[in-house]
């Protein structure tokens, strides 16, 4: 008998579109199986931990802060909570709720923007905002007024929007007088109607009925949703403090991609974001955001992926009023950062990025000089549940046509709002000489 020809297939996404910064997919089939997956993040590596040794420790949340555009104040935020730790600061109450306005600031804008530009497009047959907008006006322009209070609240304490300034260790480089903040809880109260027609709109989307078998993992805080301070916590058991990261991470390289993949230590990989914050902190949200929630027919927790657009339109909404809050009981703090003195020793944080919980961990000399560095981006640790994700999709996939197959795994991607040149700044190098 001739012997028959396995069928190969191969799909292949060079540049992946409406994600923050450059990275590809390539599925190879054989006779419908599939044989090898890679998300290629192929964005050069940027090497933060490495510039960052031998600079002063005050220099590091300006630094860190350059990291990202979309959400710096994580990256500050990070940096200033581990060197905090390390040098036993007390901050001023009024310092820690200014640190939740900012971040509130840096949800609002970042999942104003994702909702928007990048996601709604895959679940309403669009290709890009620019169809959307066409299409879909005055829904656009809700997202912008909610991004641009984002923007303005940012500003009001970082200095400006984009890579801000405002954050130091101990506190801030200055604190607002309490009628600076009067017009940003003006803004706040116009946008409020927006973040719940935002919930709404989006938990209408066809969005797919699937349930997968997921380790979410978040912070967790005793009283409040969590930013800046919590036990990090699991829905597979795991309560950890952040300085326990590595007892249940570890992080490995992959050939393919120039950001690590993190897993949880004998499980695999696990699933950070909105959703993993909704799903593990819903008794912390308000009973004005938890009704909305219900109202959308969703359940909470689930362990459906496609919703995390909604849990992001949820967050905004609790960002909105999380920010009024704040802003209605500030009182400006007697100075506004700490003082301290340096020292030697290892200081660790994590706090609440947009798109999941943010680790850094620094090493200082007896003068403050940092000795190493080290960071571990949401985007590096969702990559191996992406790819997890992916081939859960790939039975459906391999029916569909070339263009209908790019879209759904594009979809799945954009899902995890990666943040991709957030994820390469490490990259191990080996050498092998003969």
């Known amino acids: ?72 104040v994580a990256y500050q935020m990070s940096t200033v909570h581990a060197f905090e730790r390390l040098y036993d600061i007390t901050i001023d109450p009024a310092v820690r709720e200014l640190r939740r306005l900012y971040l509130c600031g840096e949800w609002i804008e970042s999942h104003a923007l994702h909702i928007h530009m990048l996601a709604a497009p895959d679940f309403l047959g669009c290709d890009s905002i620019i169809t959307l907008a066409d299409k879909h006006r005055e829904a656009v322009e809700r997202g912008l007024r909610m991004k641009k209070v984002g923007n303005a609240i940012v500003a009001a304490l970082g200095g400006r929007s984009v890579h801000p300034v405002g954050a130091c260790i101990g506190g801030f480089t200055r604190a607002p007088r309490r009628d600076q903040l009067a017009d940003l809880r003006e803004q706040l109260l116009r946008v409020r109607n927006d973040a719940v027609e935002c919930v709404r709109w989006v938990s209408h989307f066809d969005l797919p009925a ?6 979410f993992v ?10 800046n301070e919590g036990r990090i916590a699991s829905s597979k058991g795991i309560d950890a403090a952040p300085d ?45 955001v938890t009704s909305v929630a219900r109202d959308t027919g969703i359940p909470w927790p689930n362990s459906n992926p496609y919703t995390s657009i909604v849990a992001r339109a949820l967050e905004v909404l609790y960002a909105i009023d999380e920010a009024v809050r704040v802003i209605d009981g500030y009182q400006p703090p007697p100075a506004p950062a700490a003082s301290f003195e340096v020292c030697s020793g290892v200081g660790r944080a994590i706090t609440e990025a947009p798109r999941g919980s943010l680790y850094h961990a620094f090493e200082t000399d007896e003068h403050g000089l940092i000795h190493s560095a080290r960071i571990v981006p949401p985007t590096s640790q969702n990559q191996a549940r992406i790819e997890a994700d992916l081939r859960e999709l790939v039975p459906d996939v391999i029916q569909r046509g070339q263009a209908e197959a790019t879209r759904m795994c594009e979809t799945a991607i954009r899902n995890y709002d990666p943040c991709i040149s957030c994820s390469t700044h490490f990259l191990k190098l080996e050498i092998e000489r003969h």
Do not use: W
């Not at 978040?218 to 930013?227: A, C, F, G, N």
């Not at 499980?267 to 593990?280: D, E, H, I, S, T």
């Open 1 to 72: 008998m001739p012997s028959r020809r396995a069928k190969s297939r191969t799909i292949q996404v060079n540049y992946l579109t409406r994600v923050e910064g450059e990275a590809a997919l390539r599925i190879q089939l054989r006779d419908g199986e599939l044989i090898d997956l890679r998300l290629e993040i192929f964005e050069p590596p940027r090497f933060f931990e490495s510039f960052l040794r031998g600079r002063d420790s005050r220099e590091a949340p300006d630094l860190t802060a350059r990291i990202c555009g979309i959400c710096p």
């Open 244 to 288: 326990d990261f590595d007892d249940f991470f570890e992080e490995h390289q992959v050939p393919y991609s120039n950001a690590l993949h993190c897993k949880v230590k004998g499980r695999g990989p696990y699933f950070l974001g909105p959703l993993a914050r909704v799903n593990l902190n819903f008794d912390r949200m308000s009973l004005d």
């Open 218 to 227: 978040s912070l967790r805080h005793p009283d409040e949703y969590p930013m």
């Open 210 to 215: 699937v349930t997968r078998d997921i380790e």
